[in-house]
C-alpha cells in the first residue's frame, strides 16, 4: 500500500535553491493542495462548496533580485522560466510556468510592488491527482511575493492573493477554473472545512472534530487522467448554463428542482440536476456534521457519487472502485471529488479502519486490473502563509 506523507521537506528546497541560484532564500513560503468534501462543480453555479486543506503542501523558497528579473524552477518539473513580467501575459508562458509567472503578474496589475525575484518550487501535493497542486502553486508564489514585502496572507492581502490567483489560472493558463480551489488553499483553517457560497462569496469554518470522531478522511488518488475528455470540464460549463437559460435563470442556483424535474432535453435536465441536488448535498452535510449524523452523512456521500456518475457524467471505473471498495471495506461513506475524469476520491472512515479499508482499494484495483493507486490522510490544515528565514 502506498501511503503519501505530508513530510516538511524545506531543508531540501532551501538547499536547492542555494544550488540553483548561489544564494540563501529569505522567505520560505507555502500552500495546501485541498479536498472537496461535498459540491462538486457548484462554484460556477452560484452554489455551495465544502473544501479542507490538505497537509500535503507546497513550498517555494524566495529571494529577491535587484536587477528586476524573474527565475522559477520546480523540484517536480524539468525546465523553468527566466525573463521579466514583461514576458508574461494572457496565454504565456505557456507549461508549469504560467502558474507561476501568472501570478506575479496578475498581483502586479493588482497594484502589488512585485520585485525581481528568484523561486523554487517543491511540492508534496500529487501533481494532476484532482487535488489542487494548481492552486496550491499559485497560492505559495503569491504568498512569497507577500513574504518579501512583509505583507502578512490577511484581510485585504487574503483577497488580493485568492483573485490574483484565480486570474493567473484563468487568464495566463487558459483554465476555465471555478474558484473554490485557490480560497481554500488561502483561507482554510485547520481542523476545519470551509464552506463557501458562491452566490454571494460568504464563507464559514465549519468544524470536524474528526479526532474527537475517532473518524479520518482518506483520500485516494486513482493516478489515472482520462486525457480523451479534456474537454470535459469545459462541455459541463456550457451544459450548466445552457439549463440555466432555458430556466430563465442567472445560474442554477436560482433553479428549483421541481423546474428542473420539468426542463427540455434529457441531457440538460440531469446536469442541472446533479448541480440542484449537490448543493443540497453541502448544507446536508453541515447540518449532519452539526449532529453528528452519520447516516446523514453516508448518505449525502453515497447520493453524491452516483449523481456526479449518472447525472453529471464524470466518474469513470476507477473512481467508481474505489468509492465502492471503500464503502463494502466498512468506510461510513466515500465519494469522487474534485472535477472528475480521473483524480481521486474520498472517503470518511474510522480511524482504526484506515489500512484496512486502503488495502482493500489497493486489492480491487489489483483484481479490475488497475494501476496501483495512492492513499493520503487528509488531516485537514491550514491555508497559505510565509516565514521569514535568517542568515
Ligand atoms: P491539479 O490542480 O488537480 O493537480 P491541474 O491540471 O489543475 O491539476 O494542475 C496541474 C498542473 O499544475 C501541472 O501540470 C503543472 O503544470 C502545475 N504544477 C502543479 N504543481 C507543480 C509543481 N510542484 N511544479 C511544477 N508544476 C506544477
Ligand atoms: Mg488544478
Redesign the pocket.
Known sequence: MRMLAAEDRSELLVGAFEHGTGARPTVLAQAPGRVNLMGEHTDYNAGLVLPVALPHR?RVAARAREDGRVTVQ?L??DGGFAGTLADCGPGGPD??TG?AVGVLWTLSRAGVPVPGIDLV???T?P???????????ECAVGAAVLGLLERPVRGGDADLLVEAAVAAEREVVG?PTGGM?QAVAVRATADHALLIDFSDDTRCQVPLHLEQRGLTLLVTDTRVSHALVEGGYGDRRTDCEEAARRLGVPTLRGATRAAVDDLHGERLRRRARHVVTEIDRVSGTVAALATDDREALARANADSHVSMRDDFEISCPELDAAVDAAVEAGALGARMT?GGFG?SSVAWVRTDLVAEVAQAVDRRFEREGFAAPQHLVATPSGGAGWERLEG
Open positions: 507546497t520546480s517536480q518539473r507549461g508549469w502558474y518550487v517543491d511540492s501535493v501533481v494532476g491527482a484532482g487535488l489542487s497542486s494548481s492552486a496550491a502553486l483554465a480551489d474534485g483524480g
